[in-house]
């Protein structure tokens, strides 16, 4: 969910809503709490953002009407940026 906020603001930003937004802080605090209360999972992170990239191109392109071509094939944003509360596209 938060990669597809991300890629629906980036690709899409003069249809930017502060729901994006709110969505993309919600997200970004769930994930650090669940890294949290289980910190191992910070040592699959990046391979869970390999395996998730693709599922996120499929829903940014339904939600925003995009064709799956606009998206890059490959994550555009660093772990530091999807993860950073002050970080929008």
């Given amino acids: 969910i938060l990669l597809i906020h991300l890629l629906k603001l980036k ?3 003069a249809r930017a809503s502060n729901g994006w937004r709110g969505t993309i802080s919600e997200q970004r605090r769930r994930i650090k709490r669940l890294l949290k ?3 191992n999972l910070a040592n ?9 990239y693709p599922d996120a191109v499929d ?4 939600e925003t009407g995009l064709p799956k ?4 094939t490959s ?6 940026q999807i993860f950073d509360p ?4």
């Fill in 37 to 39: 209360e289980m910190p």
């Fill in 69 to 72: 071509a606009t998206f890059p």
């Fill in 44 to 52: 699959s992170i990046d391979e869970y953002l390999l395996d998730a």
């Fill in 86 to 89: 002050d970080y929008l596209p």
């Fill in 59 to 62: 829903g940014a392109a339904a």
């Fill in 11 to 13: 690709y899409q930003p």
């Fill in 75 to 80: 994550n555009p944003f660093t772990g530091q």
